[in-house]
Each structure stands twice: as C-alpha cells, then as structure tokens.
C-alpha cells in the first residue's frame, strides 16, 4: 500500500508542542555505547524509523539493544564483529558513525558506505584521512570503508571542513588512542557537544566542546553510563516556521532556545513576536510574513536542515526572498515540488530567488527527504484545497508523532492509504 498524507489549506496552528529526543544525536549517542563493554542507557530518544534501523546495525556487530519507548538500552559485549555492512547500513547516513568506535576498540573496522537522504555528495574523504593521521590504513573497497590499524596514536588533525560526521567518527576514535589528539576546525553542533558529554561521562578526556578546537587525551578505557538525549532543535524550528507560516500561536518545550538564536532573529525579522523560555519558545505571527534572505552555514549559522522551510516561508512571504545553499546542492529539488504547489521561485547555481504569492495552490507533492516533506506538509497548510504528500517514510525518519502534532495544533491531516 502506498501511504500518503491528505493535507487541507487554510489552518491557522495555535498551541504548545513538545520535542523529544534529537535525531542527530541520538543515532551517535547509540554508536558511542560500542566504545564501553557493559550496558549503556540513552533516554529521551525519539520514535522515529531510523532508531530501529541503528539498533539492527549494533544487533549485527553483536550487541544486545532493547528499544522501550523513549528508552534505548544497549549491552555491548567484550568481543564485538567488526564488520558493520549488514541491509540496515543502506537505510541511513548516520550508520557510518560506528566507524570511529569500531576502530576505538577492534582497531579494524569494514563498514558498508551509508544511505540516508539525496540530499548531494557527501564523501567519506575527511573521515578517511582523519583516521590515517591517527595511525590507521584506510582505504574504500566493494562498497566498504575498511579501516585497520596495529595500534591508534595521537595526531593533530585539521579538518578543510567543519564536517558533523567526520568530527563524531575521529572524535570516537581518538577518546582510545594513545596520546593527545587535537582536531582543528571542528564541527560545533550542540549534537557534537552532546556526543561530548556522554563520552566524558563514559570516562573520555575531552575539551573545547562547543569550540573550533577539540582536544581529547586517550584513555585506556571507557565505561557504559546513562545518558539523556538534548532536544531536537530541528524539529522545534519547524514547529517556529509552522507558526510564521500559517500566522499561528505556537509554545515549543522540550529544546535549548539558544540552539536557535538565529533562526528565532529570522523569525523576528519576518514580522513574527518571538519569547524565549526555559525549556523552548513562543512564535507568534499575526500578519502576513516579511521577505528574509537565508543563507546556510555551519552551526552557528543557518542550518542546511531548515532551507526547505526558509524556501516555504519565503514562498507565501510579501516580497523576494534570496536563499543561498553553501553545503548540499541537491537541496534545491525541493523547490520542483514548491513549484507544483503554484511557488513563484527560480534557482541560479547555489541561489534560489522567491517571491512570495498571496497563496499557494493545492496539488500532489513527492517527498525527497526528511525535511523537504515536513516543508511541504506545511506548505499545504498555506494552500487553497488538499494536498497531498507522498513518499511520507522520508517524514518519520525524523518527526515522531508529526500528523497527531499537527492536528493537536489545529490542522486537518490525515494519513491515506491507496
């Protein structure tokens, strides 16, 4: 059966929504439990498809893993299989994460090359020559990373890119090795940070979390812990461009407000009346949004993860918006599908031009990934008619409970079989 999502226009979303667990750190959080033999407990984890697919990926390097709701519990044995290229490894990009950890602890990994989203290249090159400075032999063969060494030593490593990936997978390697390993230009995520903190918990040495600069001592050994996930700052920006897009009433708990500070300036920028809390944010929007350019960077600039919703805003915006793409140019497909749904938009190389209609018009749309699809749902909500969405699994590889959210928030949503 082809499932899709049926979504009517006009609904103005007003109420509070929570935000569990972060998507990209979670799947990290689990890869990091292979560098402790023992039981490691990760809560506040997000139901989503992709926290399955991962707990296949332990499963099949010999760990016992449970999932319980929000609770993903992770018995990792004294001798783990190093090859990680079982089905699951295709499903989802954050699979090669376990990379560094099964060069940590086997000092040899063969880890079959990821899927995920088409979302543009993203080589394994930094990742690779991360580990090469640390002492191992890696090399790409029949569809495989395959990574040995007799013994990991310490290095100075600069990376060209502050790349997410590469950052977690040395990071992961290094906390065992032998010495000080100093990574220059690093990824600055509040996921690398979380991924930081259970580490340490574990026993790692690290410093300059959150900083360019990471500096790790290795250590002999770690040891399993418990470990709460930080909230997911991507899904609590949708549910901000949610509430400026409809001109919604929208309260998000459950995540670091200062995780967003850029995105919530936007927000204000584009007319919308923006609290800060606690635990989240209140976005209000009473008039018809502002144009705002967006230009996505590395974190702590505008996330390539929320483009499509920058593209969405602009689209029913007053006045031309320009959206500039520095990291993955296959984002842009998604404006194909805006296109469909009456968007006025054009590309130019890495610029997108948009200029913002009174409405959309409803019509059927394909999902290319996580967030082009939550882009799109939202979308329809600012169109004449219904909508519908289809290719959804991309959706619930990383919003849980994202049609009961919506409809809790005021909108006609309804999944359909056909």
Same mark, same amino acid.
């Given at each position: 059966?082809?499932e ?9 979303l007003?109420?509070?929504v929570?935000?569990?667990?972060a998507?990209n750190s979670?799947?990290?959080?689990m890869?990091a439990a ?5 039981t490691t407990?990760i809560?506040n984890?997000?139901e989503?498809l992709?926290v ?7 499963r099949?390097l010999?760990c016992?893993?449970?999932l319980?709701?929000?609770?993903v519990?992770i018995?990792?044995? +004294? ?11 295709g +499903?989802l990009r954050?699979s090669?994460?376990v990379l ?13 090359l990821?899927g ?5 290249n ?5 990742h690779?020559?991360g580990?090469?400075?640390?002492g191992a032999?890696?090399?790409i @063969? ?5 990574a ?6 310490g ?7 502050p790349?997410?990936?590469a950052t977690?997978?040395?990071?992961m390697a290094a906390?065992?090795a032998?010495g000080t390993?100093?990574?220059d230009?690093?990824?600055r995520e509040?996921e690398?940070?979380?991924?930081c903190?259970?580490?340490q918990?574990?026993?790692a040495k690290?410093?300059g979390?959150?900083? &360019? ?7 002999? &050994?770690?040891?399993?812990? @418990?470990?709460?996930?930080?909230g ?7 549910w901000?461009?949610?509430?400026a897009m409809t ?9 670091d407000?200062?995780?967003?500070d850029?995105v ?5 920028? $584009?007319g919308?009346?923006?609290t800060?809390?606690d635990?989240?944010f209140?976005?209000?929007?009473t008039d018809?949004?502002r144009s ?6 590395p ?12 593209i ?11 959206i500039t793409?520095?990291l993955?140019?296959?984002?842009f497909r998604f404006?194909?599908e805006?296109?469909?749904?009456g968007?006025?938009?054009r590309?130019?190389?890495h610029? $997108? ?5 009174d ?7 394909w999902? &290319? ?5 939550a ?6 909500l600012?169109?004449d008619?219904v909508t519908?969405?289809y290719?959804i699994?991309?959706i619930e ?6 049609v @009961?959210n ?7 949503v ?5």
């Amino acid at each position: 059966m082809s499932e899709h999502f049926r979504v009517q226009g006009g609904a103005r979303l007003v109420g509070e929504v929570a935000v569990v667990g972060a998507k990209n750190s979670v799947l990290k959080l689990m890869a990091a439990a292979l560098l402790a033999e023992g039981t490691t407990t990760i809560t506040n984890c997000p139901e989503i498809l992709d926290v399955p697919l991962m707990a296949d990926v332990l499963r099949s390097l010999g760990c016992e893993v449970t999932l319980d709701g929000s609770v993903v519990t992770i018995t990792t044995p +004294k001798e783990l299989n190093h090859r990680a290229d079982s089905e699951a490894m295709g +499903k989802l990009r954050a699979s090669v994460c376990v990379l560094g950890p099964l060069v940590g602890r086997c000092k040899r990994a063969v880890v079959a090359l990821p899927g995920g989203d088409a979302i543009g290249n993203r080589p394994l090159d930094m990742h690779q020559n991360g580990l090469r400075k640390l002492g191992a032999h890696s090399e790409i @063969e029949h569809g495989c990373v395959i990574a040995e060494a007799e013994g990991l030593h310490g290095a100075q490593i600069w990376l060209d890119f502050p790349s997410v990936g590469a950052t977690e997978n040395i990071l992961m390697a290094a906390v065992l090795a032998n010495g000080t390993t100093v990574i220059d230009n690093a990824a600055r995520e509040p996921e690398i940070v979380d991924i930081c903190v259970m580490l340490q918990q574990m026993g790692a040495k690290i410093e300059g979390a959150g900083t &360019s600069t990471l500096t790790v001592h290795g250590v002999e &050994s770690l040891q399993p812990t @418990e470990h709460r996930v930080i909230g997911d700052r991507i899904v609590g920006a949708t549910w901000a461009f949610a509430a400026a897009m409809t001109r919604g009433d929208i309260t998000v708990r459950g995540v670091d407000p200062h995780h967003l500070d850029l995105v919530l300036e936007k927000l204000r920028m $584009a007319g919308a009346d923006v609290t800060t809390l606690d635990d989240g944010f209140r976005v209000v929007q009473t008039d018809r949004p502002r144009s705002v350019d967006f230009v996505t960077l590395p974190y702590p600039g505008f996330a390539t993860d929320l483009q499509p919703f920058a593209i969405a805003l602009s689209a029913v915006s007053d006045g031309t918006s320009m959206i500039t793409e520095n990291l993955f140019e296959a984002r842009f497909r998604f404006i194909e599908e805006m296109v469909r749904l009456g968007a006025d938009a054009r590309t130019d190389g890495h610029h $997108a031009v948009v200029r913002g209609v009174d409405r959309l018009s409803s019509a059927p749309v394909w999902a &290319s990934d996580i967030r082009a699809g939550a882009g799109l749902v939202l979308a329809g909500l600012c169109a004449d008619g219904v909508t519908e969405v289809y290719e959804i699994f991309h959706i619930e590889r990383g919003y849980p409970g994202f049609v @009961e959210n919506l409809r809790k928030l005021g909108a006609t949503v309804e999944r359909v079989s056909a």
